[in-house]
């Protein structure tokens, strides 16, 4: 029996050296897999479809693996196979391989190591799929393969491509950072997003549960951080999250950030404060600069309680303490602490300045004694690498690449978030081209091996539980690729064309990336007929970029409801960029194929009429709800810059160039239209201004 379990296994897995190997270009999958052969035949799942999975001599580790990888079958994999068709009972018992699916593993994988092996085969030829892998963990990794592979078929059911894939992850560590703490995230929403992490091949969440503005999960030793902070996850919720995470193959890692960021924690206990002050939850997004007290013991003691219940309540091995942000001015202004710093030789060469970075390494040192206490391994952000920090504490870096490089230089495993931040609104092609391991970095092979891999970050100041999943995805399917696949995956086109592919499929697994806006479109409307008009305008905004949001007059504080235009924008607008790709094109036909010139110009007058027209159709729904009042000056911008760009376009198609003075004219009127209005850009202009400018 078992000689006949490999022989399938060889006849299924065999790579298929006779199938031309046609570039992925011209495939669908995200991430790009190691290698994939690809056939002419198809596989087409038929009503009778059933599966069956092969496990190592049962005991409770490989009961847990084997309930894990049935659960992903039939709960996500299944219904994209079977649409519409029942899907209990399919799975076959048989001893031989007689399922149309039919899976092996090795043994049940150390979810809890860095570095457990998630390499995968999967085969699909006319005849039956075949995914083999030597841990359940690379099961899984290939379950989201096969899910992404099936295509509709025009009778009912699905059909799959015949192929022969290999694959394995670039970077053990591909996180993605949700922040529980500005906005509170129900257990629901953190679940479909961990669906969608499965469906990318990330493995860690990083969940923020500690700011200034709340400390989100139940403690039973302390229970004032989190009475204070209203909404929070009780332990038995915490459990659940991480049973759900680990069925996915993810690995939850938990951030208390220290020892700034913490006014929640002083609003509950006074004493932890660097001054006389007493404070209630902050209630601002900006930068408080309040930090604990790092002199008093009783700082230490209270870090001992609640790290002993939380690193019993996170079966991680990595625990993340934060670590980021303290300016160290409490500490300037307080005697005590000067006193303190003087003494124990923290102040710089003049005798009276404090080496803040001095005194938070003294305070990173204490808590690491607690953290590895209680056998985790201490994450911290940039500002905790310092002198005689242990070379297992792993180091995050927001602040540039250059604090991986200064990590893993200093013999310290780091990971590369900066680039990654997806709160800023970004491109997907912005965090795409950032690689946690540039060339030339001059790093040897053993530093290289340091670089655990990167997150996304999705900081919640500017995203609740309603509209974060459109900031989340699909953009994080981009830095999941750079994470799993290899360096040289780098088509810029290809990688959207794919991303357009996969956003659909995210949405079946009950992300609300695309839903929410809609949804939030249509109360600002407040008709369904004024609808269409307000989603061409926005669909051609985008929130502004970075932390300008901040900056631009409208305070906004923990209360502020997050249903403006701003919120409804897409967080990178398709529209905007698909025209964007048409100007280009019809600007290199000009050089490269004159002829071909006419072809595109309807499509450009096309959509430039619909933006010039629909400033008309939209005012008087902009102009009646206060929400969208302030917006009529952009939509008025959009008329306008749609204007110059048909002037310019009627030239083009007379073969005529425009005067020097009229094409200066034109290109300051575009300029003067990049001012943000609502804390929104008009993502087409870049575009019109290309244009616009050509000779």
């Known amino acids: 029996m078992r000689f006949f379990l490999l022989l399938l296994a060889c006849l299924l897995t065999r790579p298929v050296f006779a199938l031309p190997t046609v570039p992925l270009a011209t495939r669908m999958l995200l991430p790009v897999p ?11 799942v038929k009503p009778d479809f059933t599966w069956q999975v092969f496990t190592p001599q049962q005991t409770p580790a490989t009961l847990a693996a084997d309930s894990a990888v049935a659960e992903a079958v039939e709960r996500l994999v299944l219904p994209v196979l079977l649409p519409g068709r029942t899907r209990a009972n399919r799975r076959r018992a048989s001893p031989l391989p007689t399922a149309a699916l039919v899976l092996q593993y090795g043994r049940p994988g150390n979810l809890l190591t860095v570095g457990e092996d998630e390499s995968y085969t999967l085969r699909v030829t006319p005849m039956g799929v075949a995914l083999n892998a030597p841990t359940h963990l690379g099961l899984l990794r290939g379950l989201a393969t096969l899910r992404e592979l099936a295509a509709p078929n025009k009778v009912g059911g699905s059909v799959l491509p015949e192929v022969d894939v290999a694959d394995a992850p670039r970077f053990p560590w591909r996180g993605l950072l949700m922040d529980a703490a500005r906005h509170f995230m129900p257990v629901a929403v953190i679940k ?11 493995n860690v969440l990083h969940w923020h549960l500690s700011d200034d503005q709340g400390f989100r999960v139940e403690s039973r030793t302390l229970p004032r951080l989190s009475q204070v902070s209203g909404q929070f996850y009780s332990q038995r919720q915490v459990r659940d999250v991480i049973r759900y995470a680990a069925r996915r193959g993810i690995r939850v890692v938990p951030e208390f950030d220290v020892p700034g960021h913490t006014i929640a924690w002083q609003a509950a206990y006074p004493e932890l404060s660097s001054n006389d002050s007493t404070y209630t939850v902050y209630q601002s997004w900006r930068l408080a600069n309040v930090a604990f007290d790092p002199t008093k013991e009783t700082t230490y003691a209270l870090l001992d309680t609640l790290f002993g219940e939380m690193t019993r309540l996170f079966p991680d091995p990595y625990f993340h303490i934060g670590g980021d942000e303290n300016d160290g001015r409490q500490w300037r202004r307080s005697p005590r602490i000067m006193a303190f710093a003087r003494t124990n030789g923290m102040l710089k060469a003049d005798g009276k300045t404090l080496d803040k970075h001095a005194l938070q390494t003294y305070f990173n040192r204490r808590v690491l004694g ?63 081209a950032t690689d946690p391991l540039p060339d030339a970095t001059g790093l040897t092979p053993a530093q290289q091996q340091l670089v655990l891999g990167g997150e996304a970050t999705m900081w919640a100041e500017f995203a609740d539980s309603i509209i974060v999943d459109s900031r989340i995805w699909p953009r994080t399917a981009a830095v999941a690729e750079r994470l799993w696949s290899a360096a040289t995956v780098r088509d810029v086109p290809d990688m959207y064309r794919r991303l357009a592919l996969l956003s659909p499929q995210l949405e079946t697994l009950g992300l609300q990336h695309r839903r929410a806006p809609q949804l939030l479109l249509r109360q600002l409307a407040g008709s369904a007929a004024a609808v269409p008009p307000l989603r061409t305008l926005a669909q051609v905004l985008e929130p502004v970029k970075e932390y300008k949001r901040h900056f631009q007059g409208f305070i906004y504080t923990t209360q502020t409801p997050l249903n403006r235009l701003v919120d409804a924008a897409p967080a990178e607008s398709d529209g905007a960029r698909e025209f964007g790709q048409l100007v280009d094109t019809l600007l290199m036909a000009r050089t490269t194929a004159p002829s071909a010139v006419r072809r595109y110009l309807p499509q450009l007058r096309d959509q430039l009429q619909l933006w010039q027209k629909n400033d008309a159709l939209v005012q008087p729904t902009l102009q009646q709800n206060p929400l969208l009042q302030e917006y009529a000056l952009i939509s008025t911008h959009l008329k306008t810059a749609a204007t110059l760009a048909l002037e310019r376009l009627a030239l083009l198609e007379k073969g005529q160039t425009p005067t020097s003075a009229a094409q200066t004219a034109a290109l300051k009127q575009l300029d003067a239209l990049k001012v943000p209005v609502g804390q929104t850009e008009l993502a087409v202009l870049p575009h019109l201004r290309r244009l616009v400018e050509a000779k």
């Open 34 to 44: 190691t290698r994939a052969n690809w056939g002419q035949g198809r596989f087409l």
């Open 192 to 202: 479909r997003n961990l669906d969608g992490m499965w469906a990318t091949k990330l």
């Open 370 to 432: 607690i953290v590895t206490k209680y056998g985790k391994t201490m994450v911290g952000w940039d500002e905790i690498l310092g002198p005689g920090l242990p070379t297992n504490a792993v180091i995050q870096s927001w602040r540039g690449k250059k604090g991986v490089l200064d990590a893993v230089k200093a013999g310290n495993p780091a990971l590369l978030s900066s680039g990654y931040y997806i709160d800023l609104n970004q491109s997907a092609a912005f965090h795409y």
